[in-house]
Structure formats: structure tokens, C-alpha cells
């Protein structure tokens, strides 16, 4: 079993930057992937990023690309999203989600195995 809890969400003007962090506990050896997720009131869940434990490998949803960094700490068991030059449409609750084996579309939430509360991230203008 793997449990994510993530933080560092709030509120920010426009064009400010957050850090969200999500710290991964369990059987964190299972976790082959990890993402970000982030769903609007009234909108679906959308895929924000996503990045490979083995070779670094990421993925970016063309929203934020350029804007947002997805980095992990293999050490802390911690995967994190730098989120630059915020707009107000990046308002959302942010989820991290771990999926526990390899191939699959890590732009997919079906993709994922286990996921987190959510932190909610509010960009004003």
C-alpha cells in the first residue's frame, strides 16, 4: 500500500509561483510513476505532469508547459511541482498519483493507482 499526502498549495496573485510537495509512504518501491492531477469546480480532472522514478523521464500537459517543473527526491520519498507564472485559470485542487508498474498513459488518471487528498492552489488576478 502506498499513501500520498500533498502540501504547499494557496493563494497567489497572478504571475506569482507555488511549490507543491507530495510525500509518498508505504511501499514506495512499488511506485514505478508518479503524477499531477488537477480538477476545477464543474471541470474534469486534467493531467498537469508526470515523471518516471527510473531515467527521469517527464511529462507535461501543454497548459503548463514551460510554467510548471515536476521534480522528485528519491531520498524523501517526495515528488514536487514548481508552479511559475501562475494565471488565474491554474485554480484547481491538486492531486499527486502514483501508478505501481511500467508501460501504460501517464496523462491518464486510470492510469494511476493510488492518490492523494488534494491541496488547493487559487490563483487571483
Known amino acids: 500500500q502506498v499513501q500520498l499526502v500533498e502540501s504547499g498549495g494557496g493563494l497567489v496573485q497572478a504571475g506569482g509561483s507555488l511549490r507543491l510537495s507530495c510525500a509518498a509512504s508505504g511501499r514506495t518501491f512499488s511506485s514505478y510513476r508518479m503524477g499531477w492531477f488537477r480538477q476545477a469546480p464543474g471541470k474534469a480532472r486534467e493531467f498537469v505532469a508526470a515523471?518516471?522514478?527510473?531515467?527521469?523521464?517527464?511529462y507535461y500537459a501543454d497548459s503548463v508547459k514551460g510554467r510548471f517543473t515536476i521534480s522528485g527526491d528519491a531520498a524523501k520519498s517526495t515528488v514536487y511541482l514548481q508552479m511559475n507564472s501562475l494565471k488565474p485559470e491554474d485554480t484547481a485542487v491538486y492531486y499527486c498519483?502514483?501508478?505501481?508498474?511500467?508501460?501504460?498513459?501517464?496523462?491518464?488518471?486510470?492510469?494511476?493507482?493510488?492518490w492523494g487528498q488534494g491541496t488547493q492552489v487559487t490563483v487571483s488576478s
Open positions: 515523471i518516471r522514478w527510473t531515467g527521469g523521464t517527464t
Open positions: 498519483a502514483a501508478r505501481t508498474s511500467g508501460w501504460g498513459a501517464p496523462r491518464a488518471p486510470d492510469d494511476y493507482d493510488y
